[in-house]
């Protein structure tokens, strides 16, 4: 079983971009997608999901913005929307979507960003500490479970071009970093790092300002995570920069797994 979690930095843009050609190529049995920035009605009125492909959307109450989408063709029920938390209980910004895909639970993800100032920031903080607290439902179960997207941190070093000169940037500040360990170490496991060991990258996210695609000077805020009984399924994993080159300013993750 083939799944992919990919920000497309907007759907409609990625549709005009060539995001069909890299449908067909990549083949996934499931798309977790994340800042979709769409509602169903406004995609192009030529445009259809690929053949096969069943879809729930979750989109932001404000246009234009956030959203998460995930499409199967193994199967697609829905479990539920948001993580229950007090700052935006009814998840009016669009940020979680829990479905059955066959046998694997996934969790689509798109995490707060802090950066626009300290308010947001604190937001952030607390949506972290309600995340930690909901996803452990999921570590005991023996069914595999998944918890993907586009989580608007770099854990380590490892995970970021220039980590001394990030330090005070949101998405890579000490305690979102501890944040990171912490969930880690309540019992998921992050794949890409599981595949790729301990060296710099794969990235996963370039700003689009100065030099930082053409040198490869990136983030990797992009995740899947896994619980036991995934991983004990978790066949290899890739992330394909090319994506993140074309059609949004993130590359897709793709991992395979014997399901």
């Known amino acids: 079983m083939r799944i992919v ?5 907007g759907i409609r843009a990625a549709i005009r971009k060539g995001l069909d050609d890299f449908i067909e190529r990549i083949d996934a049995d499931i798309w977790l997608l994340q800042e979709v920035r769409a509602l169903p009605e406004q995609l192009p009125k030529d445009w259809s999901l690929p053949a096969e492909q069943e879809c729930i959307w979750h989109p932001a109450e404000k246009k234009g913005y956030s959203g998460v989408a995930t499409w199967s063709r193994v199967g697609l029920v829905e479990q539920g929307k948001g993580i229950g938390t007090r700052l935006d209980p009814n998840d009016s910004e669009g940020r979680v979507l829990h479905t059955k895909c066959g046998p694997l639970d996934c969790i689509n993800i798109y995490l707060p960003n802090g950066g626009s100032g300290p308010a947001r920031q604190a937001y952030k903080d607390q949506w972290l500490e309600d995340l ?21 941190i770099a854990h380590t070093e490892n995970d970021i071009w220039n980590p001394s000169g990030n330090r005070k940037t949101s998405g890579f500040l000490a305690h979102e970093r501890e944040w990171f360990s912490r969930f880690l170490e309540s019992g998921w496991h992050d794949l890409h790092r599981i595949q790729f060991g301990d060296q710099k990258g794969p990235y996963t996210w370039w700003s689009n300002r100065g030099q930082a695609r053409a040198l490869n000077r990136g ?16 066949n290899s994993a890739e992330v394909m920069r090319e994506g993140g080159l074309t059609i949004s300013d993130h ?6 797994f014997n399901l």
Do not use: H, K
């Not at 996803?135 to 989580?151: H, K």
């Not at 990797?220 to 978790?234: K, M, P």
């Not at 590359?251 to 395979?256: G, M, T």
């Open 5 to 9: 979690t990919w920000n497309l930095n």
């Open 132 to 152: 930690l607290l909901w996803a452990q439902q999921f570590l005991n179960s023996d069914e595999p479970a998944i918890l993907v997207g586009d989580l608007n």
């Open 219 to 234: 983030w990797r805020i992009d995740y899947v995570l896994a619980n036991d009984a995934a991983l004990a399924s978790f």
């Open 251 to 256: 590359a897709p993750l793709i991992v395979d």
